[in-house]
């Protein structure tokens, strides 16, 4: 390691003063957002280091953050999981680029007694159980997919975050597809006026321990968490009919032949119809000024994304549990990566 | 706030009038650096409040007096009323106060009156231990040990007990309640009140509780009668300091209260707060209204916060007024 900062980065420090304006050096760059994409950012930037010497800081502040410290140009580049509205596009005064960079999935896990095969849920059937709908574990709906599973008679209780999340964007972005109801009553969001009682807990590591301690319970979380509680997982019906289990391959999937990619990238990949591809599952940019006054900040954040969306940072993603971009929407950010300036 | 160099400073300077004038010099720079720490302590208060008030401003314009009266929250309609937080934090509170004021005065009352003198020093230091532990690991004691048993035990057994009252009636989502969250604050407030009723009760004059005995009355006679209507004020002022410390918790509670913006009657079922509901959304609170409503949750603690402290502070004195201890 050469790195002309010889001492380590303090990641935690998230005082933004930290991260205030680009550096004049460029030794250094600075980025906060996503807290889904964090541990990804880290990989990426202790390789880059090893590879460049340049420093890459990500503090991960959560998406809402990331987005407002682009706008207010107090970091390098932002992560997000929601793409921004129109409304935050349109008072910003700098073209801000969405640039996909990684995919992850959204876990749907249960915890019921007696049922020992994972289940198979309809969209149509997870939107009526959190919108009360479907009250009982045993309930036609649920039985009709899951042939052979003795489901017991049991309220189901419903497990929600707390704070407001990507998480909780991707899972109503899905819904909302699927149910009609759900996009009327509900809607897609990053925090939501639930319409079951239930219990809401903070961070995926609080939906997952909610799940695992309360019967009867179904809840939602980022595929990784699920899988480090050995908790169970349902397979979930995508617009092609099938159930399929979440995975870093059945995501790829969902993205793989995408009929139309917008222009500006912020797309929604859920309730995809590609076959094997899973249906709740949701990109995470990173989100640049397309124009950086300072040259030498813009060329570190260009050359730093270029690194991100290469072959070999997005083939070391899969053991962290994300999932690689591939084909035209791999293509169309790297295409949108160069045009920083 | 200014405290006037008063006369004990001069008969001090007076009674040295060998090295008066650096005595002088320093009782100058004491006098003046203490009143400009007390002043920045006002500022800064004032200052908070404004700026608190300056960006919650478009949510009171918005929402009006509506805000307080709405049970609404719902961010992606851009809805939004207090109530339910409001509501969460007071009855927490007073659930925990109602189970904490009884066991620290007890506490205290052992400590000071009962304890065998050898055992006093071990427990008040363990007391004082339980006011040393982060909020957080109560929390987590909260959700691995009291919700497990809240949901498994306390919860059916009040149910099947006084299910007759709307207050005690599930079903029970995992143990996490507002019954719960008054628990844990419970444990978290105790503390206060013993180390304030301890300090109080030790201060009752032997010669009172002698002339008490002198006169034939028990001990339990002497407690109740002399010892406690002696430090009931002092007391007081324990409870008000336990409930500001109830009111603004914020780690503790949102891992146990459930985090549901709903009124229910029962306690055994999930609430919200206000200082949970800040914890939990302000990092993605994506539009300006959410995030000005957000200031405004807190705008609210903060005047509930000091509301409550105003009335208790006027409660004690007016005790201390009709009867002088």
């Known amino acids: ?341 | 706030m200014e405290k006037k160099p008063g006369s004990p400073v001069r008969l001090f300077s007076t009674y040295a009038r060998s090295s008066t004038r650096r005595v002088r010099l320093m009782d100058g720079i004491a006098g003046k650096g203490t009143m400009a720490a007390g002043l920045l302590i006002v500022a800064l208060l004032v200052l908070l409040l404004n700026e608190m008030f300056r960006l919650s401003l478009p949510a009171i314009c918005h929402f009006g007096i509506g805000f307080f009266t709405s049970s609404d929250w719902d961010p992606q309609g851009e809805r939004f009323g207090v109530l339910p937080f409001l509501y969460g934090t007071l009855v927490s509170s007073a659930i925990a106060l109602v189970i904490a004021i009884p066991f620290g005065i007890g506490t205290a009352l052992f400590l000071t009156e009962l304890a065998p003198q050898r055992l006093r020093g071990a427990v008040a230091f363990v007391v004082d231990m339980l006011a040393a532990i982060p909020s957080v690991v109560y929390g987590l004691w909260g959700v691995f040990v009291l919700a497990p048993l809240m949901q498994s035990h306390v919860g059916p057994f009040l149910e099947k007990t006084l299910g007759f009252l709307p207050l005690f009636r599930g079903p029970f989502y995992g143990g996490v309640s507002m019954l719960t969250a008054g628990l844990i604050l419970a444990v978290m407030v105790v503390p206060f009140i013993v180390a304030i009723a301890r300090e109080v009760l030790l201060t009752v004059p032997v010669d009172l509780k002698a002339a008490s005995y002198a006169l034939g009355a028990t001990q339990w006679e002497t407690i109740w009668k002399v010892v406690l209507p002696y430090s009931r004020v002092g007391i007081g002022g324990g409870v008000v300091l336990a409930l500001g410390r109830a009111l603004g918790e914020t780690m503790a509670v949102t891992m146990v209260i459930g985090n549901q913006p709903r009124i229910n009657a029962s306690i055994l079922q999930p609430g919200y707060s206000m200082a949970a509901v800040l914890a939990n959304e302000f990092n993605e609170a994506s539009s300006k209204l959410y995030l000005s409503v957000l200031v405004e949750v807190g705008l609210t603690l903060f005047l509930v916060t000091f509301l409550i402290n105003i009335a208790a502070r006027v409660l004690l004195w007016r005790m201390r007024s009709v009867h002088p201890h």
């Open chain 1, 1 to 341: 390691m050469q790195g002309p900062v010889g001492t380590k980065s303090d990641k935690s420090d998230a005082s933004p003063a930290q991260a205030a304006s680009p550096q004049s050096g460029a030794a250094k760059i600075n980025g906060a957002g996503s807290t889904f994409v964090y541990p990804c950012m880290t990989k990426w930037a202790s390789e880059y280091n090893k590879k460049t010497g340049l420093q890459v800081n990500y503090q991960s502040i959560g998406s809402s953050g990331g987005i407002n410290q682009v706008r207010q140009n107090t970091t390098d580049f932002g992560a997000t999981d929601t793409p921004m509205n129109a409304e935050q596009m349109k008072e910003t005064n700098n073209e801000i680029l969405h640039i996909p960079v990684v995919m992850g999935a959204v876990a749907v896990t249960y915890n019921v007694a007696g049922v020992d095969k994972p289940l198979k849920l309809s969209g149509q059937t997870i939107a009526d159980i959190y919108l009360g709908k479907i009250k009982k574990w045993n309930d036609a709906a649920i039985a009709k997919t899951n042939d052979g599973v003795k489901l017991p008679e049991t309220d189901i209780v419903t497990v929600q975050r707390a704070d407001g999340s990507g998480t909780t964007g991707v899972f109503s972005d899905f819904l909302s597809k699927v149910s009609p109801e759900w996009k009327e009553k509900v809607g897609t969001g990053l925090s939501l006026k639930w319409p079951t009682q239930g219990v809401a807990s903070k961070g995926n590591e609080g939906v997952a321990g909610s799940v695992q301690r309360t019967a009867n319970s179904i809840g939602y979380v980022e595929v990784v968490y699920a899988q480090q509680n050995k908790m169970a997982v349902a397979e979930i019906q995508n617009a092609a009919g099938e159930f399929v289990t979440p995975s870093v391959d059945s995501v790829s999937k969902a993205a793989a032949d995408l009929k139309e990619i917008p222009d500006d990238l912020r797309l929604s990949i859920t309730n995809a119809a590609a076959p094997g591809a899973y249906p709740i599952a949701g990109i995470t940019w990173a989100l640049a000024r397309r124009k950086i006054a300072n040259p030498e900040s813009a060329k570190a954040v260009k050359d730093f994304l270029a690194f991100a969306l290469g072959d070999e940072a997005q083939g070391m993603v899969a053991t962290l549990n994300y999932s690689k971009l591939g084909g035209d929407l791999l293509k169309k950010a790297r295409d949108k990566a160069a045009l920083i300036e």
